[in-house]
């Protein structure tokens, strides 16, 4: 099967499964899993940020800063495809208790005008709520995987300055912001006060996500995984894994890339529908409504096929370039993308 539905499907290398085995843990909770402090340590030391915690999931890390920004009653701003408003069980309102206002992106990139229009202002008779925090989401999933240019960032990140804003990156996918742009990932999230990045995407691990920020950010944060339930035990093999894929599997998300716009460039000439533009990392979203087939009929022919895809929409499939997707494997999705539309 050529699982393109996901980077989170791919599976531990040999290599990965080996640091797994030969971990040496301890007890997370009690503090003495050496493995996890590393992985944090050097998670930390990577963004440039003080702390980083390990969480099990990109949910848990954004859920979590979430709650450690804010109290109940304030409001988030959020782009209006963002994972955290559409993906996360809407954990904003119950976990968090915190109320949103949507910015509509340009390809998942909010405007940073529109992010200052959506400041609550000060006052009014208390009827507002309080705006307090600004998520961003780089890259932008649904937006196509795309990169927020350094100078939005940067406009976003000092327009909460000015306003007094806490500012939270949703990087699960920030590795491959980094690559893409060719930016250094200390730039891009400088200016953050926290970031959560995904082990369990592009890098190639099983599980796991980090969540970084000052000290006082990450102590406060530590208690808020306590309360959901995500303080684990032996996690150094996850850590394990996760010290792995930091070392060896950043520079190789290039090769994703490269293969995402391969498939792009080929599906354009079949005369499927893809904005070459947006693909700037390791997603295609393919418009496949010139086949006049039914989603389900496409999903099951590609299924038929050994290519395993979903839909994000009834007329878009989103494929995934990851650690799992090699060129033999690409050629392979891209020769069934071509004969189906022979059923047509
Ligand atoms: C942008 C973004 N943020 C957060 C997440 C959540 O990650 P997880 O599936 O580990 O909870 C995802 C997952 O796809 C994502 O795409």
Known sequence: MIDLRSDTVSKPTKEMLECISSAKVGDDVFGDDNLTLKLQDQAAGILGKDAALF?????MANQIALQTHTQAGDEVILESGSHIYMYEGGGYASLAGVSVKLVQGDRGIM???????AIRPPGGLSHYPKTK???VENTANAGGGTVYPLDVLDSITNLAVGKNLKTHLDGARVFNAAISSGIDIKRIVRDFDSVSFCLSKGLGCPVGSLLCGSYSFIKKAHRFRKMLGGGMRQTGFLAAAGIFALEKNIERLEDDHIRARKLAK????FGYGICL?????????IDVS????KMEVVIEFLKKNNVLIAASSDKHLRAVMHLGINNAGLQKA???FQNLKTIT
């Open 290 to 293: 010139f086949l006049n087939l």
């Open 277 to 285: 533009d947006s693909v700037e990392t390791n997603m295609v979203y």
């Open 266 to 269: 080929s599906l354009i000439d």
């Open 133 to 135: 925090l600004i998520c």
């Open 111 to 117: 405007d940073p005008v529109e992010v200052k229009n």
């Open 334 to 336: 891209i020769d069934v």
């Open 55 to 59: 969480v099990p999931s990109g949910t």
